[in-house]
């Protein structure tokens, strides 16, 4: 998306109003116009990158710490119970605007304790398709040969299954 239309980008120039929380020389943090909770924060870098993955790594640590002093000032303000830092990058991760930011999102225990992890369905995965993963990691690539894409973990973590059912 080009800059001039980016909305995070209007955001951090002032064109677009946003309810701005914190500001500093390279990082704006702004309330999420659809908070999960009260006090659904976002940190964004005032300059435009894509994902996090784009970003040199200097620029990377710094929006991070940034990320933690705002966890910090949002759990404080709304007398959370705990703090979720989420971040996406890339349209499969469900990124919506494509300028990286980080959510940080005050949590309360009377919700329930569910991590973000709850969000995803657990993948059962042998211990040889971890190794693979594992290797195929430390290399940088998956050999096309052995690519799991989740229906693949599904499907030959069911078919190994003893107690798999033929007439499902
Ligand atoms: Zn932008």
Known sequence: MAEEKCLFCGIA??????KKVYEDAKTIAFLDINPRNPGHTLV???????????MPDKEAVNLFASVKKLA???MTAMKA?????????????????????????????????IGLEGI?????MDDKMLDQVANAIK???????????????VRESAMEDEDFDLDI
């Open 120 to 124: 995803l369905q657990v993948k059962k």
């Open 13 to 18: 120039t002032g064109k677009v109003p946003a």
């Open 44 to 54: 964004v870098p005032k300059k435009h990158y894509e994902t996090l993955l784009d």
């Open 72 to 74: 910090g000032q949002v």
């Open 81 to 113: 119970d705990g703090i979720s830092i989420g971040q996406s990058n890339g349209v499969a991760a469900g990124q919506l605007v494509q300028h990286v930011h980080f959510h940080v999102i005050p949590r309360f225990m009377n919700e329930g304790p």
């Open 139 to 153: 290399k940088g690539k998956m050999p096309a040969s052995k690519q799991l894409t989740p229906e693949k973990i």
